[in-house]
Structure formats: structure tokens, C-alpha cells
């Protein structure tokens, strides 16, 4: 796909910062997943937003993977940024750290891959002006393993899954 404008992965790159508090836990003590997965798609779809220039509306989330739990205070950060684009669809990569608070060290607690449409004011489908440019291999090795979701996302759909 030919585009007259591209924009950079780390034009479009969204990190929020959060401290958890009691209403994000829930009666086992940890982040409750559904709070993080909505955090994790509001973080998504800015990143979205931000590559198209426009609405955009969450079309589906893959490879959601919970690795570790989070607890009251931790320091939650979010990191979302496009991985491909295509006509007017965008796969957007979201990663979830908790950040020690003496060394700044982070380490993951959850990943996903979001598909985001960027959608007119009557919230159709509308073609993304911006193509992505992909300046080092790890944008490179992100567009291309895009490429392997978005066939396993048209197999699943063709099995009825």
C-alpha cells in the first residue's frame, strides 16, 4: 500500500504512568485483569489515534497474556505503540511494566496486540493517511510478525472462531 505521508513508530509511541490504588484491587489482593485490559486498550487507542490523525474504534486484542500479577502501589506503566498499517486498520503493540520505584527497573506484566480502525464521523471504516515508517529491525520485526497475526486472525475468522 502506497502512502504520500508516513510518520515514524515513535511519533505515535504512548507510555501512561499509574499508581494502583484500592478501587483497581480486587478480593484476592491484585489489580483486578479487566481494569488492566481497559487501561490497556485506552492507552491503545491513543497511540491509534495519534499515527491516524482521527477517531479510532477498537476492532479486536490478541495474544493478551498475563505474566505477572500487580498490587496496591506498584507503579504501573503502559507502552503502546503501532506495529503495521494497513488500509485502515492499524495493529498497535501494548506492554505493561510494573517500575520498581528505587531503580526504575521495569518488568512485564502483560502484553497484547490491539487492532484499532480509524473510523469517519459516521464511524465507518476510513483509509488511514499515514503509512508507517519503519526505521530500525525492531520496527521491521514487528511489521512482519503482524503480517502472521493477520493471517491467523483471517484463519480463525474462516473457522468460525
Same mark, same amino acid.
Given at each position: ?5 508516513? %510518520? ?7 507510555? @501512561?504512568?499509574?499508581c494502583i490504588q484500592y478501587e483497581d484491587i480486587n478480593g484476592a489482593g491484585r489489580?483486578?485483569?479487566? *481494569?488492566?485490559?481497559? @487501561? ?6 491513543? /497511540? /491509534? ?16 497474556? !498475563? ?19 494497513? *488500509? ?17 527497573? %521495569?518488568?512485564?506484566?502483560? *502484553? /497484547?496486540?490491539f487492532t484499532e480502525v480509524h473510523v469517519d464521523d459516521q464511524g465507518k471504516p ?30 480463525? %475468522?474462516?473457522?468460525? !472462531?
Open positions: 500500500m502506497e502512502y504520500e505521508k508516513y %510518520r515514524s513508530v515513535d511519533d505515535s509511541k504512548t507510555e @501512561w504512568v499509574k489489580l483486578y485483569g479487566g *481494569r488492566l485490559m481497559e @487501561w490497556m486498550d485506552q492507552v491503545s487507542g491513543i /497511540a /491509534a489515534t495519534r499515527h491516524c490523525g482521527g477517531h479510532v474504534t477498537t476492532a479486536a486484542c490478541d495474544d493478551l497474556q !498475563f505474566k505477572n500479577a500487580a498490587y496496591i502501589n506498584d507503579v504501573l506503566v503502559i507502552i503502546s505503540k503501532v506495529t503495521y498499517v494497513g *488500509r485502515s486498520s492499524m495493529e498497535v503493540r501494548t506492554d505493561v511494566y510494573i517500575e520498581d520505584r528505587e531503580s526504575g527497573m %521495569r518488568r512485564v506484566i502483560n *502484553r /497484547a496486540y476510513a483509509k488511514v493517511k499515514y503509512g508507517l515508517r519503519l526505521e530500525s529491525e525492531s520496527d521491521k520485526a514487528e511489521w512482519e510478525g503482524a503480517l502472521k497475526r493477520i493471517e491467523m486472525r483471517k484463519k480463525r %475468522r474462516a473457522e468460525g !472462531f
